[in-house]
């Protein structure tokens, strides 16, 4: 369990990850991996989904390779460059409430395809695009476009979009929690301690203390 002031202020809760912004995708996060990891206590970026990647000698590019092998949560297939350029689809839809969604719409401007694991990002150039497809940054948490095609558009009776994440989406009850559960194999980046969580919605002071002292 997880309770903060975080959720007593007024917290968007969304399945969708495009509808949540970057405080609040927290609910989200561990049913998502990024192409480039954050290695939090050296505050230095690290293979993720992609294995490696390099930026172009004029400035204007990125090449990145993928991981091969990395599986879909709820048997949605494997991870490839097509649920890459899937996932900046959605996250710049229109109706798009992410605060990333107008960066991105910008700064990506074509996906060269090399084959499943290769492709190259033409880009508006920016500096701070390594940082934002990282994650350090909410925003580009990759998704199963499979997934999508197979199980709908996420909602709130529903499930999420498909991630890759050593933690998958089991049920949420609005206002209440959103509980996950350790993916049934072996995941390729982690094992997770629990075999499940929740983060649980409790706004109240006094509720959270006594949940805390109850254990």
């Given at each position: 369990d997880w309770s903060s002031d975080v959720c007593s202020s007024d917290l968007a809760e969304?399945?969708?990850?495009?509808?949540?912004?970057?405080?609040?995708i927290f609910?989200?996060?561990?049913?998502?991996?990024?192409?480039?990891g954050y290695n939090a206590e050296t505050g230095k970026y690290e293979p993720e989904?992609?294995?490696?990647?390099?930026?172009?000698?004029?400035g204007r590019s990125y090449s990145f390779k993928l991981r091969k092998g990395v599986q879909f949560h709820r048997d949605n297939g494997e991870f490839t460059v097509k649920d890459l350029i899937f996932?900046?689809?959605q996250e710049t839809l229109p109706d798009s409430l992410q605060v990333e969604s107008p960066f991105w719409k910008r700064v990506i401007q074509k996906f060269e395809v090399v084959n499943d694991y290769e492709v190259r990002l033409q880009l508006d150039p920016e500096a701070?695009?390594?940082h934002g497809i990282s994650?350090?940054?909410?925003?580009?948490?990759?998704?199963?476009?499979?997934?999508?095609?197979?199980?709908?558009?996420?909602?709130m009776q529903g499930k999420t979009i498909a991630g890759s994440g050593p933690y998958e989406f089991e049920?949420?009850?609005?206002?209440?929690?959103v509980r996950y559960k350790r993916v049934p194999y072996k995941h390729w980046r982690t094992t997770?301690?629990?075999?499940?969580?929740?983060?649980?919605w409790m706004r109240e002071p006094s509720t959270r203390l006594a949940a805390l002292l109850a254990g």
């Open positions: 969304s399945n969708d990850n495009r509808m949540i912004g970057q405080i609040d609910q989200l996060r561990p049913q998502n991996e990024y192409l480039v989904l992609a294995t490696e990647w390099a930026l172009g000698t004029d996932t900046h689809e701070n695009f390594l994650r350090a940054e909410a925003g580009m948490e990759i998704r199963s476009k499979a997934g999508f095609e197979r199980e709908g558009p996420p909602s049920s949420r009850q609005q206002g209440v929690y997770p301690d629990f075999p499940e969580f929740e983060f649980r």
